[in-house]
Nanobody
Framework: VQLVESGGGLVQPGGSLRLSCTTS??????MGWYRQTPGNECEPVSS?????????YYSEAVKGRFTISMDNAKKTAFLQMNNLKPEDTGMYYC?????????????WGQGIQVTVSS
C-alpha cells in the first residue's frame, strides 16, 4: 500500500488544517497518524479502526482539537486539526496499519510538514 499525505502547510496559532491521506488501494487495517516534532520522538497522534465501529484514539496532546475520519470508498483518511498550537509543528505521517513503529521513518509515506507560527 502506498500512501500520499497532503494538506499541510503554515498556519497561525489558533488556526486549522485538514490533512488527507490517500491510499493506493483499499485498506482493511486500522489507520492512523503519527508525528515527529522538533526535539521529540515519533509519537502516535490518532487512529481509527476499520472494523465498522470506527473507534478512535487521540493522544492527550491533541484530544479535543483533532478529529480523525476515514472514507473507505475514496480510500482516504483525514485528520482535521483545529486550534493549532506552535507545539503541533512537525512532520505528520499517515499509516495504514496502526500501530506502526516505523511510521516516522517514511515506511508508509513521506510525511507532510505542519508549521504553526505567527
Amino acid at each position: 500500500v502506498q500512501l500520499v499525505e497532503s494538506g499541510g502547510g503554515l498556519v497561525q496559532p489558533g488556526g486549522s488544517l485538514r490533512l488527507s491521506c490517500t491510499t493506493s488501494e483499499r485498506v482493511d487495517d486500522d489507520m492512523g497518524w503519527y508525528r515527529q516534532t522538533p526535539g521529540n520522538e515519533c509519537e502516535p497522534v490518532s487512529s481509527i479502526t476499520n472494523d465498522g465501529s470506527t473507534s478512535t484514539y487521540y493522544s492527550e496532546a491533541v484530544k479535543g482539537r483533532f478529529t480523525i475520519s476515514m472514507d473507505n470508498a475514496k480510500k482516504t483518511a483525514f485528520l482535521q486539526m483545529n486550534n493549532l498550537k506552535p507545539e503541533d509543528t512537525g512532520m505528520y505521517y499517515c499509516v495504514a496499519d496502526f500501530p506502526a513503529p516505523r511510521a516516522c521513518l517514511g515506511y508508509w509515506g513521506q510525511g507532510i510538514q505542519v508549521t504553526v507560527s505567527s
